[in-house]
């Protein structure tokens, strides 16, 4: 079992920055896909961001340019660097696990462990 805890999230004008951490058990950052969502009030979970076990990252157009996945493999945490913040990306944001996953990463019913999620808000 893979415990995850996020931590970073809180208020921040729009045009700033955030980074988010993602604390997780044992060596899962190496083991597993990790990956970040969020989830706006209304919407569905959408995918952000994943770190494959070798280390590849891959973003999806909400992210591109403007947030950086990492991952910290003697800390075992993984963060989200988010920068040129914008009033759209108000949400609660969750890191993710998944032991198999590919290139089906951005499918959230895919994963096997979530952490309990971090609330961005940004104003305008």
């Known amino acids: 079992h893979v415990q995850l805890v996020e931590s970073g999230g809180g208020s921040v004008q729009a045009g700033g920055s955030l980074r988010l951490a993602c604390a997780a058990s044992?060596?899962?950052?190496?083991?597993?896909?990790m990956a970040w969502f969020r989830q706006a009030p209304g919407k569905e979970r959408e995918a952000i961001a994943c770190?494959?076990?070798?280390?590849?990252?891959y973003y999806t157009d909400s992210a591109k340019g403007r947030f950086t996945i990492s991952r910290d493999s003697a800390e075992n945490t993984v963060t989200l660097q988010m920068d040129s913040i914008r009033p759209e990306d108000t949400a609660v944001y969750y890191c993710?696990?998944?032991?198999?996953?590919?290139?089906?990463?951005?499918?959230?019913?895919?994963?096997?462990?979530w952490g309990q999620g971090t609330q961005v808000t940004v104003s305008a």
């Open positions: 993710a696990a998944g032991r198999t996953l590919g290139f089906s990463w951005p499918r959230a019913a895919n994963y096997d462990y």
């Open positions: 044992g060596d899962a950052v190496t083991k597993n896909y």
């Open positions: 770190i494959f076990p070798p280390g590849y990252t």
